[in-house]
């Protein structure tokens, strides 16, 4: 089969389309031709050497993917040859085809497109994990989203619409910031004006935020301690912005009984990971497939563009999912 590779770590130049070996289904997986695959900023890092694949996973970029069943591994009998897919892989998605274990696998509706399914699996779950199974979201709790235009935010704003609770977002442009609000965000706040304390503030009564998505990281982290009510729960899922805290004030967490959650889905054992693509599909699945709720694509590049794509994450213009065709 064909797949994207690199010559080595570095910049997208660095990537190229090869033929590698066709993975063979296992007792339990599935074999999947892989139609669309989705850019993750995981990617990125790794094709910097800076975020290798957990052990026994393929070394190829691409975590998620969309397409159809080619073949079943021995004892398979919850999916057909045929059927229309879509899943969360350890790696291996920018490729002509990918094993899958079949408790990993969601259907894909009819009404939704191959690229639209590519661009569910890594942001929905991290999602729907991040909100129920870490952050315990219930209805009426508040939201703040950051990043909220980022694949992962516009999931997360939908599934906190769904939960019957309210996201606020904050974004760098106007556009960005516009199109959360048309997802159910409540509100947004464009970062490049400063600090968004007192925007929290206001748009929670003085309350603060119940639970707080941030991808940022350090330079965040005292305005979002500064952000959460009382119970509050801080849940950091990357830091684009740097890791190293200065000063933590523990007597804030303490007196305000605060929270501050790391999480990764990628590192996850299978079983974590069948459990949570299950929990999802009981709480989003119909949703998806009634349009209540849908996956935001950017843009669509044919993957032998992928330098392409790559770069055009790096540059951070996207709004929703940068997709990958494979042809």
Not at 91 to 106: N, W
């Amino acid at each position: 089969m064909l797949a994207v590779t690199m010559s080595s770590f570095g910049e997208p130049e660095v990537l190229h389309i090869a033929e590698v070996e066709t993975p063979q289904p296992g007792p339990g997986e599935v074999l999947v031709r892989v139609r669309a695959t989705a850019l993750n900023r995981a990617d990125l890092l790794q094709r910097r050497g800076l975020y290798p694949p957990p052990p026994g996973a393929s070394d190829i970029l691409g975590l998620e993917m969309a397409g159809e069943v080619a073949e079943l591994g021995k004892g398979v009998t919850s999916v057909n040859v045929g059927d229309r897919v879509c899943a969360l892989l350890p790696g291996g998605g920018y490729a002509q085809y990918a094993c899958v274990p079949a408790g990993m696998l969601m259907r894909l509706p009819n009404t939704l497109t191959f690229a639209q399914g590519a661009a569910i699996p890594e942001t929905f779950l991290t999602a729907y994990l991040n909100l129920f199974v870490l952050g315990r979201l219930a209805p009426g709790e508040t939201v703040l989203v950051h990043a909220g235009a980022s694949g992962v935010g516009t999931s997360a704003i939908q599934l906190v619409r769904l939960a019957g609770a309210e996201s606020i977002v904050t974004a760098g442009t106007e556009a960005k910031i516009q199109r959360c609000l048309s997802l159910g965000a409540k509100a947004g706040w464009n970062y490049h004006e400063g600090s968004f304390v007192d925007f929290v503030q206001q748009h929670t009564d003085g309350r603060g935020a119940d639970i707080i998505f941030d991808f940022i990281g350090a330079p965040y982290f005292a305005d979002n301690i500064a952000s959460l009510a009382t119970d509050g729960r801080l849940i950091v899922i990357g830091t684009m912005g740097g890791s190293k805290v200065d000063a933590l004030d523990l007597g804030q967490l303490l007196g305000r009984r605060l929270q501050v959650i790391g999480t990764a889905l990628r590192s996850r054992s299978l079983a974590d990971k069948i459990a949570l693509t299950s929990a999802f599909q009981a709480f989003a699945g119909d949703a998806l497939a009634r349009g209540d709720i849908v996956p935001v694509v950017d843009s669509v590049f044919d993957w032998r563009d992928v330098q392409e794509a790559h770069k055009y994450m790096e540059s951070n213009r996207n709004t929703g999912k940068i997709v990958l065709n494979v042809s």
